[in-house]
């Protein structure tokens, strides 16, 4: 078991940066950022193995966004920059314990067992 804390989340203007955080009571594996706009279904961003060597993004966020972990402190980051208004949504992190140490790609929302409660962001036009 696993609880998960996202932090970071705001208002920031077209072409601007957020870093988003997401704390983790426990060890944990892959971890992925994932996003859900309203009316539209959640979608994948980024996501970071356990050694935080291998990630993986979406088309849409690829050269903007930085996803990144420290271990020590069981957090994940992802960092957005060049923020557009159709990246407004609220992100949610999610981990998997179940592939430790996996070479996997892990970018679909079912291979995720946990949740955080999701943090707001908003990019205005």
């Known amino acids: 078991q696993v609880q998960l804390a996202e932090s970071g989340g705001g208002l920031v203007q077209t072409g601007g940066s957020l870093r988003l955080s997401c704390a983790a009571s426990?060890?944990?594996?892959?971890m992925g950022w994932f996003r859900q706009a309203p009316g539209k279904e959640r979608e994948f961003v980024a996501t970071i193995n356990w050694s935080g060597v291998k990630t993986y993004y979406a088309d849409s966020v690829k050269g903007r966004f930085t996803i990144s972990r420290d271990n020590a402190k069981s957090t994940v980051y992802l960092q957005m920059n060049s923020l557009k208004p159709e990246d407004t949504a609220v992100y949610y992190c999610a981990a998997d314990l179940t592939r430790p140490f996996t070479s996997a790609t892990l970018t679909s929302a079912g291979e995720y067992g946990y949740w955080g409660q999701g943090t707001q962001v908003t990019v205005s036009s």
């Open positions: 426990g060890r944990t594996f892959t």
